[in-house]
C-alpha cells in the first residue's frame, strides 16, 4: 500500500513513473521509493512489450492480473509456468527446446504468434525478402529486389508487436544489403526506400537502426508447431547455424529471466531488513544463472565455429569501429551525414547488466564502463528505465556486507560465482567461435597484432573487454574476512 500511494500510471500508458506521496511522502533516493519505482517498471506494459512473447522475460504479473503482459491469462498460471531441464528439449536442432505453456497460455500464445508472424498486404514486399535473404544473396539479386522496393508509409502499422515484426524485417534486409555476400563487396549508403521508414519505425520504438540483440534474439523467434516447438522468423545465410545461434542466445535469456522476479524481493527484503527472504532470493537467482549456463553449454551443439566465424558473424557486424566501415553508413533521405552504429551484442542483454547493478559489480573505468553504458542505448527503453531506477537504490551489496549474516553472505556470493561461472564460459565461446578460427585464417601467428576479425559485433576487442567484466564480476566476492 506504501508503494502504490508512490506512483501512478503516465497519461501516455507507455510506463509508471514515481509521483511524490499526497501525504508523509518520501524522499526522492529513499528505498521505499527507489522500491516503488523498480516494482512500477517491472510491472509497467511496455517493460514488457520490449520482452519477447514467449514469457516476458520471467512469467511477471502485470496490472490487471494479467501475465505476459497480455489479457485472458490468470497470474495464478505464473506458477505453472517453468523454464524446462534439458531432458524435455530435443536433441535435433529444429528447435533445441519446446517450453512447456500451461494450456490457457499455449493457446494465446499461438494467437500471438499467428498474428506477430504477418504484416499488412503493403509490407509484403519486405517480408518476401528478409524470408528469402540465402537464396537472393547466392543468387546476386538481393541489392537488385530492394532496390525496386517502393518507400512505404508506416502510418498503416499500427501496434506494437507489427513495429517490432518491421523492425526486425528491416534490420535484415539493412545488414544482408551493406553487407551482401561477405566478400568485401560492401555499400556505404542505404537507399531511401529502405532508410526513411527503418528509421522512423526506430524512432517510434527507441531501437536503433541496425540490427541489435532486442530484434535478432528477443524477436525472432516464432512457434514452429502446434507442441511449442520453436524456430526463427529470419535467417542469413550459413544454414542451421543462425537459427542455433539465436534460438540457444533465447535459451539462455528465458532460463536467466527468472532472477529478475526475484529483484522487487531483493528490494523489499533489504527495505525491510528480511535476512530470511534476502537469502532465498539469492538462492533463487543463482539457481537461474546456473539454469542459463546450462543452455549456454548448447552453444557448442547446434553453432559451427566456421560457419559462425565465416558466415554469420559477418551479418551481425556493425559500422561503428568497424575497419571495412571506417565512416559509418549514410542513411538516404534521413540523415546526410554517415552515422555509426554498433552491431547486436550479448552486452546489449538486459538482463546481465541489471545483474551487475544488483550485486554491486563495477566496471573498469574507460572502456569497459562505457561501452556497456552505450549498449543501454540498444535496449527497448522500457528494460534501460528500469536499470536507471535499479541504480538510483541503495547498495544491495553494502547491506549484505554490513549485516554479517553468513548464510545470507554465501547466498550472496553464490549469485556472483554463478554469474561469473557464465561469464567464463563466455570467455571460452568467444576462443572457440572467434579467436581460433582467427589464427586458423591468419596461418595461427602471434596475436601480438591482433585481427580486426577478433572484434566483437559490438565493436570491442573482445578478450580484453570480457577478461575486465569477469575480473569485475570477481571483485565484488565477499571474503572470509566479511564474514
Request: charged share 20%; proline share 7%.
Amino acid at each position: 500500500m506504501v508503494a502504490a500511494s508512490l506512483y501512478q500510471l503516465s497519461p501516455s500508458g507507455a510506463f509508471w513513473r514515481v509521483r511524490p506521496a499526497r501525504s508523509g511522502g518520501a524522499s526522492r533516493n529513499s528505498p521505499i521509493r527507489w522500491l516503488a519505482a523498480s516494482r512500477a517498471v517491472l510491472r509497467s506494459s511496455a517493460y514488457h512489450r520490449a520482452l519477447p512473447a514467449y514469457a516476458h522475460h520471467a512469467w511477471y504479473p502485470c496490472p490487471g492480473g494479467c501475465i505476459l503482459g497480455y489479457p485472458g491469462v490468470p497470474s495464478a498460471e505464473v506458477s505453472a509456468y517453468r523454464v524446462p531441464t534439458l531432458s524435455s528439449t530435443r536433441d535435433s536442432l529444429g528447435p533445441p527446446l519446446r517450453p512447456p505453456l500451461p494450456p490457457a497460455t499455449s493457446q494465446y500464445m499461438h494467437s500471438v504468434s499467428q498474428r506477430s508472424e504477418e504484416l499488412p498486404p503493403a509490407f509484403e514486399g519486405w517480408l518476401r525478402i528478409a524470408r528469402s535473404l540465402p537464396k537472393l544473396i547466392e543468387n546476386g539479386q538481393l541489392r537488385e529486389e530492394v532496390e525496386k522496393l517502393p518507400t512505404l508509409s508506416i502510418d498503416e502499422l499500427n501496434g506494437h508487436r507489427l513495429q517490432r515484426l518491421a523492425h526486425l524485417a528491416l534490420g535484415y534486409i539493412t545488414m544482408a544489403y551493406v553487407w551482401n555476400r561477405g566478400d568485401g563487396d560492401i555499400r556505404k549508403v542505404l537507399p531511401r526506400n529502405i532508410a526513411v521508414p527503418y528509421c522512423q519505425l526506430s524512432d517510434k520504438l527507441g531501437l536503433p537502426p541496425i540490427l541489435s540483440y532486442a530484434d535478432c534474439v528477443l524477436a525472432n523467434w516464432k512457434k514452429k508447431d502446434p507442441n511449442g516447438n520453436m524456430d526463427i522468423l529470419f535467417s542469413f545465410p550459413g544454414g542451421d547455424c543462425g537459427k542455433g545461434f539465436f534460438l540457444v542466445s533465447l535459451l539462455v535469456e528465458i532460463a536467466a529471466s527468472s532472477a529478475i522476479q526475484a529483484v522487487p524481493t531483493v528490494c523489499s527484503a533489504v527495505q525491510h531488513q528480511d535476512q530470511k527472504a534476502l537469502e532465498k532470493a539469492f538462492r533463487d537467482i543463482a539457481k537461474s544463472l546456473d539454469d542459463a549456463k546450462t543452455y549456454f553449454q548448447r552453444m557448442r551443439d547446434f553453432v559451427d565455429p566456421n560457419q559462425f566465424f565465416n558466415v554469420l558473424r559477418i551479418y551481425l557486424s556493425g559500422w561503428k569501429n568497424n575497419p571495412k566501415l571506417p565512416e559509418g553508413l549514410l542513411y538516404e533521405g534521413v540523415w546526410d551525414t554517415p552515422k555509426m552504429y554498433s552491431g547486436g551484442s550479448a552486452g546489449q542483454s538486459s538482463i546481465f547488466q541489471c545483474l551487475d547493478i544488483l550485486l554491486g559489480i563495477k566496471h573498469k573505468e574507460g572502456t569497459p564502463a562505457e561501452f556497456l553504458q552505450e549498449m543501454r542505448e540498444y535496449m527497448p527503453p522500457a528494460h534501460h528505465n528500469f536499470l536507471r531506477s535499479l541504480e538510483s537504490g541503495p547498495s544491495v551489496r553494502d547491506f549484505v556486507k554490513s549485516r554479517g549474516n553468513e548464510d545470507v553472505q554465501k547466498a550472496y556470493n553464490e549469485c556472483v560465482n554463478g554469474l561469473l561461472s557464465l561469464r567464463s564460459f563466455h570467455l571460452g565461446i568467444v576462443k572457440t567461435y572467434i579467436i581460433d578460427p582467427s589464427k586458423k585464417q591468419h596461418g595461427g601467428g602471434s596475436q601480438s597484432e591482433e585481427p580486426s576479425e577478433n572484434r566483437g559485433t559490438g565493436g570491442t576487442d573482445l578478450m580484453s573487454f570480457l577478461k575486465s567484466v569477469k575480473d569485475a564480476t570477481k571483485e565484488v566476492l565477499l571474503n572470509s574476512a566479511s564474514v
